[in-house]
Nanobody, 117 residues
């Protein structure tokens, strides 16, 4: 059974930093892509950043230069370092872990990030 677990998040002043971590387990063949999405109240869920097993990365334009995603492939763990946070980054951040057999991937429970000015 695949499990995806997140940690981190919290309340921070604009300009500050936070780090989110996500660990996935339960897939014999590992996870092809792991990533972070976010959903703010009244808005659609959007991709923040993703990283493949080959460490190829993809970022939303709104976070480029501020957020960095990294991966420990051996441990199926990804970290999202968020710097220079802005109030518009406020959202529930959810980790997604994708396998070759599950293109939509598996979701964590989400963690709240709140940025105040």
């Amino acid at each position: 059974q695949v499990q995806v677990m997140e940690s981190g998040g919290g309340l921070v002043q604009a300009g500050g930093s936070l780090r989110l971590s996500c660990s996935a387990s339960g897939s014999i063949f590992g996870f092809s892509v792991m990533g972070w999405y976010r959903q703010a109240p009244g808005k659609q869920r959007e991709l923040v950043a993703s990283i493949s097993s080959g460490t190829s990365t993809n970022y939303a334009d709104s976070v480029k230069g501020r957020f960095t995603i990294s991966r420990d492939g051996a441990k199926n763990r990804v970290t999202l370092q968020m710097n220079n946070l802005k109030p518009e980054d406020t959202a529930v951040y959810l980790c997604n872990a994708r396998t070759n057999a599950a293109a939509n991937g598996y979701w964590g429970q989400g963690t709240q990030v709140t940025v105040f000015s």
